[in-house]
């Protein structure tokens, strides 16, 4: 993440979402969701998180367990003790050692409006 980018939403560690998110600005979230969301600028999910759906987002930063499929208008990094099961579109791929990723990944020059289906 850049260092001038802020936080806009937090989603702390002992909060439970059941829903659609649409975030304007970044998201950083430790605690549960299950639905879909789409963040205008940075998704990062914190090492306890747990996401069950697809997320759409300029940039994601993952070190929690991410159950669905993420599209990235740019990066895509997956941090130490990452748990992704679903498919990843975006420009860039980073992965640190000790990501389990389950699921494929499409680069692409183009910038992704839509999140990929969920199989």
């Known amino acids: ?8 939403t937090i989603i702390g560690k002992g ?5 659609d998110l649409k975030i304007e600005g970044s998201l950083k979230m430790d605690g549960r969701i299950e639905g879909n969301a789409q963040v ?9 998180s747990l996401f069950k759906g697809n997320v759409v987002c300029k940039s994601a930063i993952i070190a929690g367990r991410n159950d669905g499929n993420v599209a990235a208008q ?3 990094e997956m941090q130490q003790g990452a748990h992704i099961v679903g498919e990843v579109v975006c420009k860039g791929l980073i992965v640190h050692e000790g990501v389990f990723f ?3 990944c499409r680069m692409s020059e183009r910038a992704e ?6 199989k």
């Open 40 to 48: 205008s600028e940075v998704y990062i999910a914190g090492k306890d």
């Open 102 to 104: 389950e699921g494929s």
């Open 74 to 76: 740019s990066t895509i």
């Open 15 to 19: 909060a439970n979402i059941k829903g």
């Open 113 to 118: 409006k839509k999140s990929p289906e969920t």
């Open 1 to 8: 993440m850049e260092k001038d980018a802020k936080v806009d």
